[in-house]
């Protein structure tokens, strides 16, 4: 599937807030997008397909957190229609690049224990398992798979 991955805009936030939606139980606010473009430490991509119409739509998003030599991805999701597709992947891919362009030598995250789906992609792609949080997650109550990237 085609796509381009672009620094988030303020026109994709409503975009962004329905995917993040249908996607978690316990789901960030408009609000916590919102405060997140204050943060010069975060950043935001977003991935967006063109229909045959040229019509744009966000297939997908991710945050990260660089306080380098770190980087955590803070938030990821791709839209339901458009899983399984490379969007994700993609957008993994293309922040291995910027972090390794700021110098980070170290990509972490934290994932549900059940989200066997996500955590097989990561694994894919270089993470492994470096700790657990017990009762991280809510809605419901999960343990956190904390997994880390080498990018030296």
Do not use: H, Q
Not at 14 to 33: A, G, H, L, M, Q
């Amino acid at each position: 599937m085609k796509f381009d991955i672009r620094y988030f805009d303020p026109v994709f936030l409503d975009e962004v807030s329905e995917i993040e939606n249908r996607s978690f139980s316990v789901p960030w606010s408009k609000t916590s997008f919102e405060d997140s473009l204050k943060n010069p430490l975060i950043d935001f991509y977003v991935a967006v397909t063109e229909s045959e119409e040229g019509k744009t739509s966000v297939a997908g998003y991710i945050l990260t957190l660089t306080v380098s030599p770190e980087c955590e991805i803070l938030n990821i999701a791709v839209s339901p229609e458009f899983r399984r597709k490379g969007i994700a992947e993609g957008l993994l891919n293309f922040v291995f690049e910027k972090a390794a362009e700021k110098r980070c030598d170290t990509l972490m995250l934290e994932v549900r224990e059940s989200n066997f789906a996500a955590r097989s992609l990561y694994e894919k792609l270089g993470f492994y398992a470096v700790g657990r949080r017990k009762g991280y997650y809510t809605n419901p109550i999960e343990d956190a798979i904390l997994m880390d990237k080498s990018l030296s």
